[in-house]
């Protein structure tokens, strides 16, 4: 839902400029045509929003109204995407540019908002991070066709393989391409990774710089993940999950923005008309949900229990960041001793951690040795995976461990990853093709939100027991499948 | 967000005969041109949905991919609303009817879909109540302009008044424009009003008579909402809200279609393709249901307590049915209450239930005697809500009763009613205007969700203490405002 409201809010942004132009609203210093109006930078397109705000407030009562039916009729949401483009046939639908491992929200987003799935280009990456030139030249080619740009959309730690976006590299292509004429949004998607950035914040909001955030850990952050956490406060919008990292029950959801004079855009009553004259405080405007979000009433429930959490712990470093801390060093054990593991089963099967954790989410690709053929790694892999999985008809203690499964595709991948994975699994690339099971490689895919996996009273690492669970697992196939 | 489902879904219906015909599938029996695919009944396109699954698992597996792939790209869906009307030219981007009192979730669902506020038809009313005569000469207009129709709404249950539509003259249009041509479906918006379904069920699910619902009652049903509710399961699609008058926490809405096989084509996953090969189960098939919402993942523990409540009490009138009953029963007697109250006060106020109860919500409009200033009287009733009301700061004990209050439009109430009601209130009509809440009339509302506001045990019926509390209130206001 916070990734609908991000799109909902970029296309309202991108489109009220049009708007005034088409009621011809004087003095505002619009832009010269539609083409310019439609591609303004958001922060240029609010600014204009507050210039329009101002200049209403400045009318007589009789006037004011006037003037709000007339705009409001101009609106896309008024007219319709269908309508709207044909009255501003200098225009094109535009295009959201989300890496190719985006979550299908984005597509169903784009279904449901009347966009249109055709208009989402999915990027490629490198090693499951979204490839910047590629986006530069993606954005490129949007200029050079007048193909206007809605969103930029970054990965906060993808929910499969736990890898973070450049976040920098987009807020700068953004600020770049905005100054030629491509205005455009970024938007985050951190609903996994998005409380990370706590293990990166001092106590005032400040950023800790990488050498400090470093003395807590063996390699984290990478000087890519840093630099992306220091880009945040400089993206348009982001979503976070607090049931995800923020370890709270399911029903609430975080859309931020940046700046919220925009959100005026989207409210069911048109409150922004009286900005000037009286202009409402930040808490009882949204007071009124309902009026900016698509859901209608719903339970405050959660929300509460978000924010009492936040009042408990707060979001820095030596709070609530003490908790993804935690599970970040077990990520760094976890790391290790699965490369450890690699050198131990070496005679039975090769083992890969793909790419190299960001977060605290870590793969492990797995090929019985002597194997070449892809399906059967797979079976191999789906083998192991049964004996990690929640078996809904047995208690939960007759498991050791509890893991799950995802897939690589050839075509997320790229061919340069998938031959680099391929060759490390000793996997013939010709065993690979449309049949079944033979379009992906199934791994293992361990998320590791547990803070408490090494137990120091005890000395107990459940690390290392998995990983000798994992051993002779992975022993026993690889005799059952030779 | 059930309303914005049956938006999306009556679309996806409405296009997907119009995307077979761009990708010039064979053997399908298609409509002769656009505007016919455009217009066809939902029972018509879903027919032609199946034909088309069924097509499509009889041809080779490569030769199946290839025409899925072809007519996904000719979909609304994927193209876009703008593109899809570019490239249907016959079409026109269609309507949705609703009354005029339709909740403010139609008005947002318009915007969020793209198809543009504008594309809102809101239809006048009688006594709150849809009037299928207007609805009758919109649907003419629309099939003489070639203008679509996507969705008729009807209300089962206005949230403000408790009105009750024709849903069976919604049906009935809907059958007879069909037959000429102009295909719709109908939705029923019974977020408030659906469990009062139940008070209406035998246990195997039938209807039970008018004359055998109204042995429990004084006069309810009426024959119009004995009619409405007979014609529930004629329409396409119907909105529940368990968190009304399901008595169930937030966090559980209800979307219900009368042939779920149309699903399919909100399906994020192409499902529908193996639908003839590999038939799915229907509750196999909807595990998956975050293929099928807006929503992604979200909690599932409140659609299990729904469900639970539905098992302990199931939805008929024996068991469920006796709760919305009780509170019939309460209306009945609030609203003979009310006659009486008025009668009593009427020396010092003029008291008027402004519509019969459909439902458990009455309505009460009050003006002091000697006031002809609709100012003044909305004045009036808001200092008798102002002790009605839920004050945040206070124990709640402090207040003896609680109401709510709401406000009556001319505009949505219509020339007719609006004098009726003013007339009865000695209301003089030129003090009706633009001025502050001279715009509209404010009354009180009271919903009777309690089954046991009459305590038979201990003779107490809190209905007359409530109208004795009331009589002090109006007198002591009236003095202070003659």
Redesign the interface.
């Known amino acids: 839902?916070a990734n609908?409201q991000a799109l909902?809010l970029a296309l309202a942004l991108k489109a009220f400029p049009v708007a005034l132009r088409a009621a011809k609203v004087p003095d505002l210093e619009l832009p010269d045509d539609d083409v310019a109006a439609f591609n303004l930078a958001p922060a240029d397109a609010i600014a204009l929003l507050e210039r329009w705000q101002d200049w209403l407030s400045a009318q007589t009562n009789g006037e004011r109204g006037c003037w709000q039916q007339r705009v409001q009729?101009q609106r896309?949401?008024?007219?319709?995407?269908?309508?709207?483009?044909?009255q501003h046939d200098t225009l094109r639908?535009p295009r959201v540019l989300a890496p190719i491992t985006a979550?299908?929200?984005w597509?169903?987003g784009?279904?449901?908002?009347?966009?249109?799935?055709?208009?989402l280009a999915l990027l490629p990456q490198r090693e499951m991070r979204i490839d910047i030139d590629a986006l530069d030249a993606e954005l490129q080619r949007c200029r050079d066709t007048q193909q206007p740009v809605l969103l930029a959309v970054g990965v906060f730690g993808t929910t499969e393989y736990g890898t973070i976006d450049a976040i920098d590299g987009l807020v700068a292509a953004r600020d770049r391409h905005a100054a030629t004429g491509l205005g455009f949004a970024v938007h985050v998607d951190a609903a996994w990774g998005g409380y990370l950035a706590t293990i990166f914040r001092n106590e005032d909001g400040s950023l800790r710089s990488l050498a400090t955030v470093r003395e807590s850990f063996q390699s984290f952050p990478s000087p890519a993940v840093h630099a992306a956490v220091a880009a945040l406060g400089q993206t348009d919008s982001i979503t976070v999950d607090p049931h995800k990292l923020g370890y709270l029950?399911?029903?609430a959801g975080a859309f931020i923005c940046r700046d919220q004079r925009a959100m005026a855009l989207l409210s069911?009553e048109a409150d922004y008309v009286f900005h000037g004259a009286t202009p409402k405080d930040y808490l009882s405007r949204y007071r009124n949900l309902g009026q900016y979000i698509?859901?209608?009433?719903?339970?405050g429930?959660m929300a509460a229990a978000v924010y009492v959490t936040h009042k408990v712990l707060p979001l820095d470093h030596r709070q609530f960041g003490q908790l993804p801390r935690q599970t970040i060093l077990n990520t760094e054990a976890f790391h290790l001793r699965a490369l450890r593991f690699a050198h131990e089963v070496a005679d039975n099967a090769h083992a890969l951690v793909p790419f190299a954790p960001d977060s605290n989410l870590v793969c492990l690709a797995l090929n019985p040795r002597g194997n070449r053929d892809i399906a059967r790694m797979n079976a191999f892999v789906r083998a192991l995976h049964d004996e990690l999985r929640c078996d809904p008809t047995l208690p939960l203690q007759f498991k050791e461990f509890f893991g799950s499964m995802t897939t690589l595709r050839p075509d997320t991948l790229g061919a340069g990853e998938t031959a680099r994975i391929l060759e490390a699994l000793d996997i013939d690339p010709a065993s690979l093709g449309a049949g079944e099971d033979r379009d992906r490689l199934v791994i293992l895919r361990h998320t590791l939100m547990n803070p408490y996996l090494i137990d120091r009273e005890n000395d107990i690492s459940y690390i290392d027991r998995y990983f000798e669970f994992l051993t002779r697992r992975v022993r026993v196939h690889a005799a059952a499948t030779s």
């Open positions: 839902m609908y909902r009729q896309l949401e008024h007219l319709g995407l269908a309508a709207f483009f044909v639908v979550h299908y929200s597509s169903k784009m279904k449901l908002l009347g966009l249109g799935r055709a208009q029950p399911y029903g069911e698509p859901e209608g009433s719903k339970s429930a």
